[in-house]
């Protein structure tokens, strides 16, 4: 038998059903006992450093309630659920292709992979560019799998999942879509190798996830403006669309078609993407941290490394932020502040000005700046003075018995120069407390440990800040020494506090899923201003809104800093249009805005489900109206005798 048939014989096998069956089992019973027998290994005290550090800990160690919270983190911090993620990606992409129908195609380009990559890998001199070829040819095997196997989902007869199918072809044909895939690809595959070995374990994790998780969504999103309209005006300007409508098609059934492709090849690269990242992510996790001799094996005394702390309490976690509380005359309706407000008009009237705040909107801003002015002051603090703050709800910290994080930034008024240090001391909690003394850098945010004992039974926690250093006399006394000449001011965003509330791997789940329903909407941005629109102009007003979406944030404040009035009261036309719009455009895109999954992931901070479901709503709203217009745009377009003009 010659070789073509022998060729041809293996693709009919590949491709019956009986052979799928068959590989399939075989496939998830491979992984299934590779998995166990990987989980076995390194539970056992021999293999995990993880559980040889626990294993030290006698029971009177863990009476240390430091020592209690550290031995948590080490329990949570087993490897076996990221080989488990592992084992289910890599199941995943092989039975994709065998249900493909390339089954024994896989194999042999896996055969042939491991041939070329593994003499690279294997001497010192090329192991780089091997490292970064396996992960092009990992990412690029799972691209093609889920791509190919979504098109297989798409294969009901319907004229929504013929056009989303046609886009999805498009999109590995179209040199423009290809370019950027073929960046995404070779950049994630490249960026491992860019860290700096000497770092901190913990920097250089949230580096790549910053760099990560960042560039792949700016990358997909200008993929997704682009081929987004590009995928409905060129078709117009091409005629193609000729051949679309004259199914027939109706209107609606064209737009969700496109958007179901374009959201789809989003989907599919960002779980490529995310899975890739996710992976490296608990590789650098395993690796030592500074201060350890092994991974979780610190030098000297204690179970952890402070950079392995850190990194376990504060980057791979799912923290919870609670800000500080303020006293109860610091609002409007408080008797206290009522009085305040109104010596402070009799006085301005008497001074200044006999009509000050006579009339209504007047007396509201005055109001709100005198407020502003005294939470200002209460957040100052003098040198050698000191001020309590309390920060409520934290039952669930003291419960768990987890460390908390107190992150704090001070401020110098006309002197925020960050070669100026200050000496600054925290006494954390009610009774017996430690201080704890740094010099901390004007505008620079500093990081605390707070042990959970100094939670009261009712969840709050007292932060008592001095401007200065508590010092004793020479009979005794106590005072605090003022080596700062300034007063120090704790902003309200810069002075929090954090504790974990949840598994970081979820965590990531969700953030990768707001940011696939960013994509989402931008999609259907891109499609509708292809609708009526040339290329270049469509991508142009595309690119616009996703510009102001991402700056709608910054936009928000635009009545704080720019106003509608200049410095007499009186009311400015240009300033009123100016202000006016931005509050628009921050109105139109908040829920785009709030959502910020990257800064969460990178930060540790926690995304739950609530907030993520009443963003998503927003952006949900959002996207079924430029559907709407879409679809009435397509509806008025004279089709027949358009000619992309």
Known sequence: MRLADRIRAADRAQKSRTFKLIASAVVALLVLAAFATYAI??????????????????????????????????????????????????????????????????????????????????????????????????????????????????????????????????????????????????????LPGLLDGEQFLRYRIQSFMQFGIGGVFWLLAILTVFFGVATVAREQRDKIIWQTMTKPVAAWQYVLGKWVGVSGLAAVLMLVSSAGIFLFVNHLRSLPADGELAPYQAVGSGAVSNDRLILETRVLAARRVVNSRLPTPFDYEHPDFQTRLENEILERRRTQNERFATTEAEYLEFREELLKELIARYRSIEPGENEAFFFDGLQQAKADNRPLTLSMRIDVRGNNAPDVFYRVTVLPGWQDRVAIQRQMGAGVIQNFTISPSAIDDEGVLRIEVINGQPRFGPQGQGFIATFNQNAIGLPDEAFVVAYDVGD??????????????????????????????????????????????????????????????????????????????????????????????????????????????????????????????????????????????
């Open 504 to 645: 970081w791997r979820l965590n990531f789940m969700r953030g990768v899923f707001a940011l696939w329903v960013k994509l989402s909407m931008l999609a259907m941005i891109a499609i509708f201003a292809g609708t009526f629109l040339s290329f270049p102009v469509a991508s142009l007003v595309a690119f616009g809104v996703l510009f102001v979406a991402e700056l709608s944030g910054f936009l928000g404040k635009a009545e704080d800093y720019y106003g509608y009035n200049d410095y007499e009261g009186n009311l400015q036309l240009y300033k009123f249009i100016g202000t006016s719009s931005a509050m628009l455009m921050h109105w139109l895109f908040r829920g785009y805005s709030e959502l910020k999954p990257t800064e969460n992931i990178v930060q540790g901070l926690m995304l739950p489900w609530l907030a993520i479901a009443r963003q998503v709503a927003l952006l949900g709203v959002a996207t079924v109206v430029f559907y709407a217009l879409a679809v009435f745009s397509m509806r008025r377009r004279e089709l027949a005798i358009y000619s992309g003009q």
């Open 41 to 190: 290994a390194i539970t056992s005290s021999s293999n995990d450093p993880v559980t040889a550090v626990l294993g030290e800990l006698t029971a009177e160690d863990l009476e240390s309630e430091n020592v209690r919270a550290v031995a948590d983190i080490l329990r949570s911090s087993t490897p076996v659920a990221t080989g488990a993620v592992a084992a289910g990606v890599l199941l995943l992409v092989i039975l994709a292709w065998v249900w493909l129908g390339l089954g024994l195609t896989f194999l042999v380009l896996a055969l042939a992979s491991t041939l070329v990559v593994g003499p690279l890998v294997y001497f010192d001199a090329t192991r780089g560019f091997g490292l970064i070829l396996a992960g092009i040819l990992a990412l690029t095997t799972s691209f093609v799998a889920l791509l190919e196997g979504l098109r297989m989902i798409l294969g009901f007869s319907s004229p929504v999942c013929a056009v989303a199918r046609n886009v999805l072809a498009e999109g590995v044909r179209m040199k423009l879509s290809v370019v950027f895939i073929v960046m995404l690809i070779v950049g994630l595959a490249a």
